[in-house]
């Protein structure tokens, strides 16, 4: 059954640092594009950044981004300078299939 | 900016008693999706909707659960009778389809069964 991994269940980073989170999807098909969602403490769940697979550059979006290896069917998100307000829970998710990852939980540190 | 409405943001049942939880999707969507997560845990899928009947739905969806669209603006989650472990955050999601793959997610429900 295709599965997403997260890796990582907490990850600390100082303020203005870089930080990147782990995401691989298990899959056979040659196809497929990559969510990153952020759910901070209130709840919602708000959309970052998209990665099709053939897509030919890293997707970018402000200061998220994607380290994207395709081999590896992995697109790790990478949010550079952070900010206080970054700390939450990260999933990561396929667009044709309803499965979430497990979440990575960021905390930034002053 | 269009956005997918939820109400009630929190509802408190007693146990055994039937809950329906509103969605209002983005108006020119057509794939629409409930997910729960319980307190702490991590989202799950429950169900998705295309074309006026559900597509796809997991193991969690079962006779309890029903769906709806009944005026083609609202989405419903309808729960029968409901248990101590239906108390999470159900999130409605919808998508516009035709290329365009980003769901977007409603605030949530909070039920709380007691």
């Known amino acids: 059954a295709q599965k997403i991994t997260q890796t990582q269940p907490g990850m600390f980073v100082q303020e203005k640092e870089a930080v990147t989170l782990d995401c691989t999807y298990d899959?056979?098909?040659?196809?497929?594009?990559l969510f990153w969602y952020k759910q901070p403490s209130s709840g919602e769940m708000i959309f970052l950044i998209y990665q099709g697979s053939y897509d030919e550059q890293n997707a970018t979006e402000g200061r998220y981004s994607l380290n994207f290896q395709k081999a590896r069917k992995s697109a790790n998100l990478v949010i550079s300078a952070s900010q206080l307000g970054d700390s939450a829970m990260y999933f990561c998710?396929?667009?044709?299939?309803?499965?979430f990852g497990p979440g990575t939980s960021l905390s930034v540190i002053p | 900016e269009p956005e997918v409405t939820q109400t009630p943001s929190h509802q408190v049942t007693q146990m055994g008693q039937e809950v329906i939880l509103r969605c209002v999707p983005i108006?020119?969507?057509?794939?629409f999706y409930w997910y729960r997560q319980i307190l702490g845990q991590k989202v799950e899928f429950l169900v998705s909707f295309y074309n006026n009947e559900i597509s796809e739905k997991s193991e969690i969806f079962d006779d309890q659960f029903s769906v709806e669209r009944p005026d083609g603006s609202n989405f419903t989650l309808k729960i029968r009778s409901t248990k101590l472990e239906d108390s999470a955050m159900y999130f409605c999601a919808s998508n516009g389809g035709q290329g365009s793959y980003e769901q977007y997610f409603g605030p949530g429900t909070r039920l709380t069964v007691t």
């Open positions: 998710l396929p667009y044709d299939k309803v499965i």
């Open positions: 899959t056979s098909d040659q196809s497929y594009g």
């Open positions: 108006s020119n969507h057509l794939y």
